[in-house]
Structure formats: structure tokens, C-alpha cells
């Protein structure tokens, strides 16, 4: 028992450190009283019934009142993650207690760290006599702002109880929006600026990506801001907390990443207060967006790849440009260094398992053929080339009508991405590689024989991967399935890092780099095994290349020229002229 304990505990502590303690300090917990026994069901009927009955699959925030008696929470968590995967619409549950001895019971007996690790859920914790619900909101209002439906996590939940929890919810929300709408409505007359100089980063998400570019625009002169949400609130507030930042600052752009207004906020806003919005996909935009109303409010969309900007094209009638990720790193952090300097070759990524065997999962409960269909799929498609995979899949699955978006498409090209890494890799098994990602690389019934080239860690972003790309001899990429016509970070990261880099061919290569010169490609396994084999007895070409290509990606692929593109294609559209290019 103590060990399930334990292990809670020490989770609550990571995200909630004062109630991981508090609960940590009680007397041991005895077992509540069974209130259930006069209804002649078991705990888990209960929690069965009270789904069934209460369950609305559209709702945003569920919130279960004394839950820790109950599988009730358990039950809800596993519906709206099957939910999610169906339609994303950012459900999230809340679960209420001020029982906390009946807490500490139930965390002796069972595993939660799946609901206290989860974005999804937020466990909110007090004494009886102290009104935990009304307490939380008072210091953030913005979670009472969704649509809601509330949960009697035992039978102790009277009509009573729910009614009042319902009520101060409710009272809360119109506040919230009472309050919202006349602070809106006080700005609402301005205009949108013509040449946006105050830009916000709204979505977590590629953290280092969104500080080199908030670092390139202050560079340009431009006040720049990532807005830091504190996990697990994030989920919860993020649809409407952001208006507080912009009462506070006026920002006069708004950037998503990988996100729209429309999905974003959920709610109108963002369209009438004076800001523009940019949506800027750095991962297949295939995976966020499949509908016109999907990305309304934008005032422009950026794309990494322009493989994918007809398929944008067709969904808004706002400018859609091609705005390529950078190096990110700080080349002036990439000296070698000892531990790193008897590599000869040296791969950086995941094996993407992660990415795909929890959806894979889930898939399987909500449509199975469908998943067969799915590796059907991937058996018959050559995953190790270059290939446009979306426009393949999406053709391939609309014949047996079905859409290709979603988490469908997170599902089928991180799994290709698996599939193509290994096949690649395995080449060099033999060979010195080291690589260097999360611990399902020492999985080996998911890396075969690369297990054992597994270096045991990942790096840290900033202060080791540039060292280790200028330390090893070679640096292997192998892209993701999404990239098609364009690199990925990898690319322009170990090149201005002085590294020497070993590509798999994208065609987008070529727009920015001499292959040959600033680095060099492969196209099949053998291809790659000889090439390696090639540079590591040729150290004078691989030096010469790697500097090459290092003066090549300082010169003109940082995140200030990506920015510019932005920047650009902002005040052509305000001035209504395709030609207007802002001095630096």
C-alpha cells in the first residue's frame, strides 16, 4: 500500500508542492464509510451509472465533487481522452475534494499519477469547513469559463451539493464574462495597426523554437514576449487568461504555433479587440486544422513546408507563406568537448514510439478496422523515401471514406517516422553510432539492435547539443515523415553548431544549400553506410564542408530572416502592396 502512496505523493509534490506535503503530514488513513451500501451497489456500479447518466461528450469542463471514494475520476479521464482522440475540443477535468484523510486513502490503495501528471486534470484539495471550489475560483476565475457538467463523485454528493457547486460556477462565469465583455468592449474602437510592433507567443510548444524567435524580433527592434503558461492551469485558463496579458501590454499581434484563434480561444475575443493573428504551422498543419472555421480570425498563416500551402490555401482566403523553422542554438556555445569528441557518428531524436503507440491504442477502442486499414497502409508505402506521405494517405483513405487529420495523421506519421529511422540507422549499428534521445531507444523491442547503440540520456537544448554536433565526427538526419520540401531544425542547428552533417535528401535542401558543399546527402541505406565510411577516413573534407556549411546558415537562416517573412507579408498586407520589404 505505502509504495502507491509514495509514488502519489511524490507526483503531487512535482506539480502541487504544498498539497503533497499537507497530505504527506496526516495520520494514516482509515477507509471511508460506506455510504453506498443502502443503494445495493459497489463503488465501481456507482461511478458506471453516474457516467452514463451525466456523460456529454461536447462538454469542456467536467467536474467531479468528492471524488477520491469512487472510480468515478478514472472512469471520466479514460472517456475524454477516448473523446479527444475522436475531436479535439480541450476537455479537461476538474476533481474537487475536502475530504483530504478520504484522499489519502484512496492514494495508498491505487495509482494516480496518471491523472496527477495529466495537462487534462487538476485536482483542487481543502478542508471541509473551507469551500475548496469558491477558494480556487476567487484566485483563478478563468477556469469557470466553459461549458461544464458536474459529477457526484459518491452518494454523499446530495442534489444539494451539486446545485451549489453548479451555482458558483455559474455566478463566476458571468461574471468573468461580464467583466471581460466591458473591458473588450472599452478597446474596441481601435483599430488593427497597420505594422504590428508588439508580438505575443500564445501556445506552449516548441519552447526553443518560439525564444529564438521572440530573441530575433527584439534583435529587429520589436517588443517581444513567449507567454508563460504554469502547468496543469494551462488547459483550464489558457481560453480566456490571455486577455488579462493583453490588457496589461496591448499587444498588437498574436502568434500561434501550431494553433489558430479559433481553436485556441474557443470563443470570439481575439477578433474584436485590435490585434493581428498569425498561425504558424512548424509541424504538419494537418494535424491541427481541417476546416475553414478552423483558422477564422487569422490575418496571415505560415507554413515550414510549402508542400502544404495549397492544402491551407484552400481552407482561408487570408495569405498563406512558406516560413521555414532556423537554427536555434547559440553557435557560440558549440566548442567541442571532451565527452563528446570520440564519437564518430552521432544521431539526436526520438525513435518516435511515443508518438504513436498511446494513440495507436486508443484508436483501437474507437475504430479498429480503421487502425488495420492504417497498417495495411504503412505496409504497402515505401516510408524510407521522400515522399508528400499526407497527399498519399489522405488519397488512400479517402477511397475507403475516411478523412485524414487529426490525431490520425500524428498517429500514421510518427509511426512511418519510427519505421524510416530504424531502417536507416540499423546501417551504422555496427559502425560507432551513438544516439541520443528519451529511453525508448533502450527498448529493444522497439529499437532492435540500436538499443545497444543507445548513449543512455538526452541532451539539453541549449547547452550540450552544440558541442556534441561540432564534437562528432558525423551527424546523421533522417526527417520525419511530414517534411517534405522542406529541412527540419536538425538540419540548420548542427551546421551552425560547425558540425558536420549527413542528410537524408529532402528536395527543400537544395533551396538553401549546395549539397556537396555545405553538407552532403543520402538517398538509400547502402548509400548512407558508404558515405560514412567515406568521411570518417576523409577529415579534411569533412571539415572543409562543415565550415562551409556553418558560414552558409549563420548568413541567412537564423530566426531574424524567418521573422522578416512575417514581418513582410504583415505590412504588404496592411498596405495592400505584394512588394514591401522593411529595412533591418
Not at 63 to 84: G, I, Q
Not at 557 to 563: A, F, K, L, T, V
Request: glycine fraction near 6%; aromatic fraction near 12%.
Amino acid at each position: 500500500m505505502t509504495g502507491y502512496l509514495d509514488a502519489n505523493l511524490a507526483g503531487l509534490e512535482s506539480i502541487y508542492p504544498w498539497l503533497g506535503r499537507w497530505l504527506h503530514s496526516l495520520p494514516p488513513a482509515v477507509p471511508p464509510q460506506d455510504d453506498l451500501s443502502s443503494s445495493g451497489m459497489t463503488p465501481t456500479e456507482y461511478a458506471a451509472r453516474q457516467l452514463e447518466q451525466r456523460w456529454l461528450p461536447d462538454i469542456e469542463l467536467h467536474v467531479v465533487d468528492r471524488f477520491a471514494s469512487t472510480p468515478l475520476a478514472k472512469f471520466l479521464f479514460d472517456r475524454l481522452n477516448l473523446a479527444e482522440l475522436h475531436e479535439e475540443r480541450n476537455r479537461r477535468l476538474l476533481l474537487l475534494e475536502d475530504r483530504p484523510e478520504i484522499l489519502r486513502w484512496a492514494l495508498e490503495r491505487e495509482d494516480w499519477r496518471t491523472l496527477i501528471l495529466s495537462e487534462c486534470c487538476l485536482f483542487a484539495v481543502d478542508q471541509p469547513e473551507r469551500n475548496v471550489l469558491s477558494r480556487l475560483l476567487h484566485r483563478y476565475p478563468f477556469i469557470s469559463h466553459a461549458s461544464f457538467q458536474v459529477y457526484a463523485g459518491d452518494v454523499s454528493g446530495t442534489d444539494e451539493r451539486i446545485a451549489s457547486v453548479v451555482q458558483i460556477l455559474s455566478q463566476v462565469r458571468e461574471q468573468t464574462a461580464r467583466s471581460l465583455g466591458e473591458q473588450i468592449r472599452q478597446v474596441q474602437p481601435h483599430k488593427k495597426p497597420p505594422y504590428p510592433n508588439t508580438f505575443r507567443f500564445f501556445v506552449p510548444g516548441h519552447n526553443y523554437l518560439q525564444d529564438a524567435s521572440v530573441t530575433a524580433l527584439r534583435k529587429l527592434g520589436y517588443d517581444a514576449e513567449r507567454l508563460k503558461w504554469k502547468s496543469p492551469l494551462y488547459r483550464f485558463v489558457s481560453p480566456t487568461a490571455w486577455i488579462k496579458e493583453y490588457l496589461i501590454s496591448r499587444m498588437d499581434a498574436a502568434v500561434f504555433l501550431n494553433s489558430t484563434p479559433a481553436r485556441f480561444t474557443r470563443n470570439d475575443y481575439l477578433r474584436r479587440l485590435p490585434v493581428r493573428a498569425v498561425a504558424w504551422f512548424v509541424d504538419n498543419p494537418r494535424r491541427y486544422v481541417h476546416r475553414a472555421q478552423d483558422l477564422e480570425g487569422c490575418d496571415l498563416v505560415g507554413v515550414f513546408d510549402p508542400a502544404y500551402i495549397p492544402y491551407l490555401k484552400s481552407l482561408t482566403p487570408v495569405p498563406v507563406i512558406e516560413a521555414r523553422t532556423a537554427y536555434g542554438i547559440d553557435p557560440a556555445r558549440s566548442g567541442t568537448k571532451p565527452n563528446f569528441t570520440g564519437i564518430d557518428i552521432a544521431f539526436v531524436g526520438e525513435l518516435g514510439t511515443r508518438g504513436f503507440l498511446a494513440l495507436e491504442q486508443g484508436f483501437q477502442q474507437l475504430a479498429p478496422d480503421r487502425v488495420a486499414a492504417a497498417n495495411i497502409f504503412l505496409k504497402e508505402t515505401d516510408v524510407t523515401q521522400p515522399i508528400f506521405f499526407s497527399d498519399v494517405a489522405e488519397k488512400w483513405f479517402a477511397a475507403r471514406g475516411d478523412g485524414y487529420h487529426g490525431n490520425w495523421v500524428e498517429f500514421l506519421e510518427n509511426k512511418a517516422t519510427t519505421l524510416r529511422r530504424r531502417y536507416f540507422l540499423e546501417a551504422l549499428a555496427d559502425r560507432g553510432l551513438v544516439v541520443f534521445g528519451d529511453d525508448e531507444w533502450a527498448n529493444s523491442a522497439f529499437a532492435g539492435p540500436l538499443a545497444n547503440c543507445y548513449a543512455g540520456k538526452r541532451l539539453d537544448y541549449f547547452t550540450e547539443l552544440p558541442s556534441l554536433y561540432a564534437s562528432a565526427r558525423i551527424n546523421i538526419n533522417i526527417f520525419h515523415a511530414q517534411c517534405v520540401a522542406a529541412p527540419n531544425p536538425r538540419v540548420y542547428d548542427v551546421l551552425a553548431s560547425g558540425g558536420f552533417l549527413l542528410t537524408q535528401y529532402n528536395p527543400g535542401l537544395e533551396d538553401e544549400f549546395e549539397i556537396g558543399t555545405d553538407l552532403d546527402v543520402f538517398h538509400t541505406r547502402e548509400e548512407l553506410r558508404e558515405k560514412a565510411e567515406y568521411y570518417l577516413a576523409h577529415e579534411d573534407e569533412r571539415r572543409r564542408i562543415a565550415r562551409w556549411g556553418r558560414e552558409r546558415v549563420l548568413a541567412k537562416c537564423g530566426y531574424g530572416d524567418r521573422m522578416q517573412s512575417f514581418l513582410t507579408a504583415l505590412s504588404a498586407r496592411a498596405a495592400g502592396d505584394a512588394y514591401v520589404y522593411l529595412c533591418r
